[in-house]
C-alpha cells in the first residue's frame, strides 16, 4: 500500500507513510549500542552520550577520550618552545649579523655614487682652481 501511494514516514519514525509514530532507537538497539554509551530517545531522534571524559562519534557509533595524555602535552610544549627558541635565534642572527652585513654593503654601493657624510668630504670643491701667478 505505502509502494502505491508514495507516502512513506521521515527518518527517525516509522509507520504506513500516512500514519507516522516515533521510532525509539534506543529500545530497538539501532544506535548508541557501544558499551560505554548511554541512548536518550528524542522525537524523531536520539541523543547519545559516555560516561567520563569521552565523546560520542556518531557516525562510528564509539565513545572515545576527550583528554590527551601526559606524554602528549609535554611533546606538544617541546615543539612550541624550539619553534619558539628557532623564532628567537633567527631574529638575532638578523638583527646582529646579516643587518650590519647588509648595510655595511649598500654603504658601499651608495659610496660609489654618491659621498656620504661618514667620508669626511663635504667641503671639497668640485674644480681644483689654479693659484693665482
Partial sequence: DTALSGCRCPAGFQGDGHKCED???????????????????TWGSYECGCRGNQVYIRGEDVCVANSMSRFGWLVALLAVSCAAGLGVAGFVFYKYRLRSYMDSEIMAIMSQYMPLDSQNNEHQPLRQ???DA
Avoid: G, Q, S, W
Fill in 129 to 131: 682652481h689654479a693659484p
Fill in 23 to 41: 521510532l525509539d532507537e534506543c529500545k530497538d538497539k539501532l544506535a548508541c549500542t557501544c558499551p560505554d554509551c548511554h541512548c536518550k530517545n
